[in-house]
C-alpha cells in the first residue's frame, strides 16, 4: 500500500466517518483559538486556519478547534473553500439580521464561496465539550485550471438562476477523494507532490459538480465583468441587504469604480440587485402556481430590462407546501409584501398574482 493511501477505513468498500477525518486533523497542529476570536472581533477576513500548508499555490488545509460557543459576524472567505465537521454543530447564514438559516452536523460539508459575507456559529458537542473542524481551501489559480479543463461546468455555474445550499451531505466517492487530499497534504513535506495533489484537488470539485454543489465555490471564478461578480454575489444570497461600499471591499474595489463599470454596462447597482431579486422572485412565484406543470420550460427571465413581457418561468412540481407571496418577498431582501410587490410592478409591469395566473 502506498505511504499516503487511506487505511482500511478509506476503502471503496467502507464508509467514513467523522472518525476518519479526525485522524488527519491529530496531523496538525492545535490553532490558536485566541487567533480566531481577534480575528472574529476584528472582522479580518480570511480562515483562521491552524497549519497553512501551502502546496506551490494550490491548497491550504487547516482545523478548527473550540471549547465554546464562537460566532462570525459577517465572515468572508478569501478563497472558496469547503469544511468538514467532525464535532459540534454549526448554523450557518448569508443575511446578517435573521437567523442562521442552514445547521450543520458532523460528517457534513460546508461550501464557503469566496466574497460572500456569511454569519456563522460554533457549537461545541454537549458530551465531548468540542467543536472540531477540517477546512479546505481552493487556490485562484487551481479554480481557473479546473474552469478551464471543464468549460461546460463553467456555463451551467455561470447562468445558475437560482441561491443554492451551502452545508451538504457529501457521498462516499467525494468523501474518499477529500480523505485522499489531505492525507497528502498532511504528509512530511519531502513526500509532497504538487502534479499528483493538484489532480486529487480538481477531483473533489469534480464530484462536488458532478452533483450540482459545485456551483457556490466557482461562481466568481466565472466571472470577468464587475457586473457579472456582483451578479453572482447576489445571486447566492438575493435577500441579504447589499450595500455598495460592503460589496466593493468584498471585491477589492472602489464604490466609485463599481458605479464607472456598471454605467459602461448602462445600468446600476440597484437595479442589478433589483434585477437579480426579480429572477429569483419569479422562480419561487412559480411554487405556487395553481395548475399541475406538465413538460418543464426554460428559464427566461431578463435580470435587468423594467417592465418586460410575462417571462417564461419553468414550473416544477412542488416537493414542499406552496409559499406564500409574503414568504417570497422575504426570501427576496424585502421587509413587506406592498414593498416586494411595488418593486415587481416596476420591473415586470405586472403584480405578483398577475403573473401566477398568466403562467403556462
Not at 3 to 9: E, F, L, Y
Not at 30 to 38: K, V
Not at 169 to 192: D, F, G, I, W, Y
Request: proline share 9%; glycine share 6%.
Amino acid at each position: 500500500m502506498p505511504h499516503n493511501a487511506p487505511d482500511k477505513a478509506g476503502s471503496p468498500s467502507s464508509n467514513l466517518t467523522p472518525g476518519d477525518f479526525r485522524k488527519i486533523a491529530h496531523r496538525l497542529p492545535r490553532p490558536s483559538q485566541a487567533a480566531a476570536i481577534n480575528m472574529a472581533a476584528s472582522g479580518t477576513h480570511g480562515t483562521p486556519l491552524s497549519n497553512k500548508v501551502d502546496i506551490h499555490g494550490l491548497s491550504r488545509l487547516g482545523k478548527l478547534i473550540f471549547r465554546q460557543t464562537e460566532t462570525l459576524q459577517d465572515y468572508v472567505a478569501d478563497f472558496p473553500a469547503i469544511a468538514y465537521l467532525i464535532d459540534g454543530r454549526k448554523t450557518v447564514g448569508t443575511r446578517p439580521d435573521a437567523p442562521p438559516g442552514e445547521t450543520m452536523i458532523p460528517g457534513q460539508i460546508l461550501l464557503i464561496p469566496a466574497g460572500l459575507p456569511l454569519t456563522v456559529v460554533n457549537y461545541p458537542d454537549l458530551e465531548t465539550g468540542l467543536y472540531s473542524a477540517l477546512v479546505l481551501e481552493f487556490s485562484p489559480d487551481l479554480i481557473m485550471r479546473f474552469i478551464a479543463a471543464y468549460p461546460e461546468i463553467r456555463d451551467i455555474t455561470a447562468t445558475a438562476a437560482t441561491p443554492q445550499k451551502l452545508v451538504i451531505a457529501p457521498k462516499q466517492p467525494l468523501l474518499r477523494s477529500m480523505l485522499a487530499v489531505m492525507s497528502l497534504l498532511t504528509a512530511p513535506t519531502s513526500q509532497h507532490d504538487r502534479i499528483i495533489i493538484r489532480h486529487r484537488l480538481m477531483e473533489v470539485l469534480l464530484l462536488l459538480a458532478q452533483h450540482g454543489q459545485a456551483g457556490p465555490l466557482l461562481l466568481l471564478a466565472t466571472t470577468s465583468t464587475i457586473e457579472d461578480r456582483l451578479l453572482a454575489l447576489f445571486r447566492l444570497s438575493p435577500a441579504r441587504k447589499w450595500q455598495k461600499p460592503q460589496v466593493a471591499r468584498h471585491l477589492g474595489i472602489s464604490p466609485s469604480s463599481i458605479d464607472r463599470h456598471l454605467k459602461q454596462a448602462g445600468t446600476t447597482f440597484r437595479q442589478l440587485l433589483e434585477g437579480e431579486r426579480m429572477a429569483h422572485a419569479a422562480t419561487l412565484l412559480a411554487q405556487i402556481h395553481t395548475k399541475q406543470p406538465t413538460t418543464p420550460a426554460p428559464t427566461g427571465v431578463d435580470r435587468s430590462t423594467p417592465h418586460q413581457k410575462i417571462p417564461n418561468i419553468r414550473v416544477v412540481a412542488p416537493s414542499a407546501p406552496p409559499i406564500s407571496i409574503a414568504d417570497i418577498a422575504f426570501q427576496c431582501g424585502y421587509q413587506s409584501q406592498s414593498a416586494f410587490g411595488r418593486a415587481f410592478l416596476r420591473h415586470f409591469g405586472h403584480s405578483p398574482m398577475q403573473l401566477v395566473q398568466n403562467m403556462v
